[in-house]
């Protein structure tokens, strides 16, 4: 069956036609009432407590319409809710001039005209088509004469009357589908969220699905630095240490086996020394520990030059904040001993303005260059991934100064 012949039957047509039938009586309700608290609310005694009813009366005004296209046209119209901060008269007036307030109030307005139309259409289109489809029924009930003299009554009237009521009954559908859409797109410019917020709402999703994502990853790092410390480490001390005693104790054994062991052994020490490196560029445990400065302190400690650590930090930031610190640190030094020829360095780290302050400088021939290396192009990513900057100074001859912002709110 062609589909402009099931449209009369099917279950969209009358989800749409109820649509409009009932849209009238929620328009006029909520006209009536969000017209007179702005009647109200343009006196001046009654200005507050009018404007104090409106906006919960919008919001419930909204939660409505939203059910009501959900459940008759299974459309889900997002409402812009303001989100303002205070309490009382405050949060009052912070939700008052909110755009998202006064666009459902526009709507609220304004829905009731454009509703009243619309069901008039459909209503008319229906009623129509069902009358003069079966025009043909009740024909003997009609007046012999219909208006400017002509034969109601007469074949060709009935028949033209029929095709009419055919055609209106074929067209009420599409009709009631169609302005249905335009009732949709009306709701959701008014009452969903405007572009602006909901590209915001998108720009704090991804935000808040990015800190997950950090988050995620640096924990897991901690498990396996974890797994790594008491499992695998544990085993190559364990095995260091009973080479070193059998070292010991066969030192008068032959000497192609004493060589093998002495090789073992020392192979063993490298291993450990290896992993413990490993584990620390891991995550190292001194940051959950005893924080940032101590961890500071001993990466200054481990350098292969000289670096002084100037530290004011008298709060800790997250875990993840302070790791990132950390490896900006790491990686500055590391790339200051191997590659700028460095002969001491300065370490800087404080707190300003709710942030994260970390600043690296060192002696060496400059030059450092992000698009150059992975290693400054990894630490800028690190830092960019918690919205954090990083900024690299580093003229020709020197000195390099690298400094990163990281945010840390109590």
Same mark, same amino acid.
């Given at each position: 069956?062609?589909?402009?012949?099931?449209?009369?039957?099917?279950?969209?047509?009358?989800?749409?036609?109820?649509?409009?039938?009932?849209?009238?009586?929620?328009?006029?309700?909520?006209?009536?009432?969000?017209?007179?608290?702005?009647?109200?609310?343009?006196?001046?005694?009654?200005?507050?407590?009018?404007?104090?009813?409106?906006?919960?009366?919008?919001?419930?005004?909204?939660?409505?319409?939203?059910?009501?296209?959900?459940?008759?046209?299974?459309?889900?119209?997002?409402?812009?809710?303001?989100?303002?901060?205070?309490?009382?008269?405050?949060?009052?007036?912070?939700?008052?001039?909110?755009?998202?307030?006064?666009?459902?109030?526009?709507?609220?307005?304004?829905?009731?005209?454009?509703?009243?139309?619309?069901?008039?259409?459909?209503?008319?289109?229906?009623?129509?088509?069902?009358?003069?489809?079966?025009?043909?029924?009740?024909?003997?009930?009609?007046?012999?004469?219909?208006?400017?003299?002509?034969?109601?009554?007469?074949?060709?009237?009935?028949?033209?009357?029929?095709?009419?009521?055919?055609?209106?009954?074929?067209?009420?559908?599409?009709?009631?589908?169609?302005?249905?859409?335009?009732?949709?797109?009306?709701?959701?410019?008014?009452?969903?969220?405007?572009?602006?917020?909901? &590209?915001?709402?998108?720009?704090?999703?991804?935000?808040?699905?990015?800190?997950?994502?950090?988050?995620?990853?640096?924990?897991?790092?901690?498990?396996?630095?974890?797994?790594?410390?008491?499992?695998?480490?544990?085993? &190559?001390?364990?095995?260091?240490?009973?080479?070193?005693?059998?070292?010991?104790?066969?030192?008068?054994?032959?000497?192609?086996?004493?060589?093998?062991?002495?090789?073992?052994?020392?192979?063993?020490?490298?291993?450990?020394?290896?992993?413990?490196?490993?584990?620390?560029?891991?995550?190292?445990?001194?940051?959950?520990?005893?924080? &940032?400065?101590?961890?500071?302190?001993?990466?200054?400690?481990?350098?292969?030059?000289?670096?002084?650590?100037?530290?004011?930090?008298?709060?800790?930031?997250?875990?993840?904040?302070?790791?990132?610190?950390?490896?900006?640190?790491?990686?500055?030094?590391?790339?200051?001993?191997?590659?700028?020829?460095?002969?001491?360095?300065?370490?800087?780290?404080?707190?300003?303005?709710?942030?994260?302050?970390?600043?690296?400088?060192?002696?060496?021939?400059?030059?450092?260059?992000?698009?150059?290396?992975?290693?400054?192009?990894?630490?800028?990513?690190?830092?960019?991934?918690?919205?954090?900057?990083?900024?690299?100074?580093?003229?020709?001859?020197?000195?390099?100064?690298?400094?990163?912002?990281?945010?840390?709110?109590?």
């Amino acid at each position: 069956m062609p589909a402009i012949l099931r449209a009369p039957m099917s279950t969209w047509a009358w989800r749409a036609t109820v649509h409009h039938v009932v849209s009238l009586p929620v328009a006029a309700v909520t006209l009536l009432v969000t017209a007179t608290l702005l009647s109200l609310a343009a006196t001046v005694v009654l200005a507050v407590p009018a404007l104090a009813l409106l906006v919960p009366a919008t919001r419930a005004f909204t939660r409505l319409q939203q059910s009501h296209f959900r459940d008759l046209l299974g459309v889900e119209i997002p409402a812009a809710r303001p989100d303002p901060s205070g309490t009382g008269m405050r949060r009052l007036w912070a939700e008052v001039r909110a755009g998202a307030t006064w666009r459902q109030v526009g709507y609220h307005l304004v829905a009731p005209l454009i509703t009243s139309v619309h069901a008039v259409i459909v209503v008319a289109a229906w009623s129509i088509g069902v009358a003069g489809t079966a025009v043909i029924a009740y024909s003997w009930a009609l007046p012999e004469r219909g208006l400017f003299g002509w034969s109601v009554r007469h074949p060709v009237t009935l028949a033209g009357l029929t095709l009419l009521g055919l055609g209106c009954l074929a067209a009420a559908p599409w009709v009631a589908r169609a302005l249905a859409t335009v009732d949709v797109a009306l709701a959701r410019r008014l009452l969903g969220p405007s572009r602006v917020e909901e &590209l915001t709402r998108r720009v704090d999703s991804l935000t808040a699905s990015r800190e997950a994502v950090v988050d995620a990853a640096d924990a897991e790092r901690r498990r396996i630095e974890r797994d790594l410390h008491d499992g695998t480490q544990q085993r &190559l001390v364990s095995l260091a240490m009973n080479l070193g005693l059998a070292r010991a104790k066969l030192a008068d054994a032959p000497e192609p086996a004493r060589r093998a062991i002495e090789e073992a052994h020392e192979e063993a020490k490298e291993a450990l020394a290896e992993l413990r490196a490993f584990i620390r560029g891991l995550h190292p445990a001194v940051l959950d520990d005893r924080g &940032l400065d101590a961890a500071l302190s001993g990466i200054a400690a481990r350098a292969p030059l000289p670096v002084t650590v100037r530290s004011n930090l008298p709060h800790r930031c997250s875990a993840t904040i302070e790791a990132v610190a950390y490896f900006v640190v790491s990686e500055a030094l590391t790339n200051a001993a191997r590659h700028a020829g460095a002969t001491r360095a300065e370490v800087a780290a404080e707190h300003v303005d709710g942030r994260l302050r970390i600043a690296v400088t060192d002696d060496g021939r400059g030059g450092a260059d992000p698009e150059r290396g992975t290693g400054l192009r990894g630490l800028a990513q690190r830092v960019a991934a918690v919205d954090g900057t990083l900024r690299i100074d580093s003229p020709a001859g020197g000195p390099t100064v690298i400094v990163a912002e990281l945010p840390c709110e109590r």
